[in-house]
């Protein structure tokens, strides 16, 4: 019997990390992106949720043990999703070993200090970023929840240029599966390896020029078995055509808009991209980040990113889903500023940028009733703004604290 319970006890100890409370203080809080914000108020979280939401008059009952975050006060929103990471750089090497004060610095420049309380890795070395992953989760590293796609798919001899630099063992761990039986066999091998969802490569230049896609038989099968496990599919598509072998194959979300085509996206595509559910991640700020490296003159980028805004902005008033993502982990420039900018100009209110920071990839991940929203009983993923992006979308990047599950894990100022 004593040895039950030490066995449990120890369980336990392994299992689990002190659970953190916290009162923090609210200039102003924005429940939902929809929602009229509440002024002057706190959120009081307990463990992994949000436990109330109250306004200046209410007096809660605080519970022993709870901090008050007096240097975080500032405006709440819910935390925010980059639905658009790569675990990729060098800082993540051997993350099962890596020092944990490194790992939650380098999650801490890259994320947690512009907010992001949820990731989604959309392609890295699966079995390392599966590591990142439970050491946040056990609570020695401290950072936001991942999700990852693991090792992409890619069209046969179809590995991109730009990726021909990672070391060769990982290289030769990339699927470019030849048929359907082989996409089927890819798919269950990153999902049972820890994967949460597929990352296909539809159209790519393994050489700079000449071009590789992926069959339609390879798209639908990769697409059937993930949505045979209940997770979503994610595509690179790079060309209008791509975009057509997308929809046929019912991919859920597209990683990029297309940069450079001749022709933007007509009203067809965009109103079955609707019809179909599919969801759109922009990355402004990374066509601006390659067409720099490539020395292309800046009213050339501003046009070719202008013409990706116009793709965008119609999408959007067909009433299209909006993710938010970077690119960032292969977009070195970590600072998400730029993108609120090009996302505004593209003709989103702060409350639709907000959105697709929050309730829209939690209502595409399915977690709506869980997350996304400041309200009691949902996870405490909480940012606290230096000021109101209302007034200025440049504030959702000016991050006082983030608390990801109840967990502070970015303070500017020390308690
Ligand atoms: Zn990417």
Redesign the pocket.
């Known amino acids: 019997m004593r040895l039950i319970v030490f066995a449990v006890a120890l369980l336990f100890a392994v299992e689990t990390y002190a659970a953190e409370s916290w009162l923090i203080p609210a200039d102003k809080i924005y429940t939902a992106p929809d929602a009229a914000p509440l002024t002057q108020g706190a959120v009081l979280t307990w463990g992994e949720r949000i436990q109330s939401v109250v306004d200046e008059k209410s007096r809660p009952r605080i519970p022993k043990g709870t901090k008050t975050a007096d240097q975080c006060r500032g405006v709440v929103v819910a935390g925010f999703q980059n639905s658009?990471v790569?675990f990729t750089e060098p800082v993540w090497n051997d993350a099962a070993h890596a020092g944990a004060d490194a790992l939650t610095r380098g999650l801490e420049k890259m994320l947690s200090r512009y907010g992001f309380t949820t990731v989604f890795d959309?392609?890295s070395d699966q079995a390392n970023t599966v590591e990142l992953r439970a050491r946040i989760t056990k609570g020695e590293v401290r950072g936001p929840r991942i999700l990852t796609v693991g090792l992409p798919l890619y069209p046969v001899d179809g590995i991109p240029v730009y990726i021909k630099d990672l070391p060769p063992e990982v290289l030769a761990r990339m699927h470019q599966p030849k048929n359907a039986e082989e996409a089927r066999a890819a798919v269950r091998t990153n999902l049972a390896n820890g994967a949460d969802g597929t990352k296909l490569f539809l159209h790519t230049s393994p050489d700079g020029t000449a071009a590789r896609f992926m069959t339609a038989d390879v798209i639908r099968a990769a697409v059937e078995e993930t949505h045979a496990q209940g997770k979503l599919v994610l595509a690179h598509p790079t060309s209008l055509e791509a975009i057509r072998g997308a929809l046929a194959g019912k991919v859920d979300i597209l990683?990029h808009t297309t940069l450079g085509e001749k022709a933007p996206w007509d009203d067809g595509i965009v109103r079955q991209m609707v019809a179909q559910h599919m969801s759109v991640i922009p990355t402004f700020k990374l066509w601006d980040y390659e067409l720099r490296k490539q020395d292309v003159p800046a009213p050339i980028i501003e046009k070719l990113i202008a013409d990706t805004q116009t793709e965008l902005r119609a999408f959007s008033a067909a009433g299209g889903q909006i993710l938010f993502g970077t690119?960032v982990g292969?977009m070195h420039e970590y600072d998400p500023t730029d993108e609120y900018v090009y996302l505004q100009k593209a003709g989103l209110t702060p409350a639709q940028i907000l959105a697709s920071l929050t309730t829209a990839p939690a209502d595409r991940w399915n977690e709506g009733a869980k997350r996304g929203r400041v309200a009691a009983g949902q996870q405490a993923d909480l940012v606290v703004l230096e000021g109101d992006p209302v007034e200025d979308v440049r504030n959702f990047a000016k991050v006082r604290c983030a608390f990801s599950a109840g967990r502070l894990i970015y303070s500017a100022k020390a308690p």
Do not use: A, E, L
């Open positions: 658009h790569h959309t392609g990683v690119d292969y």
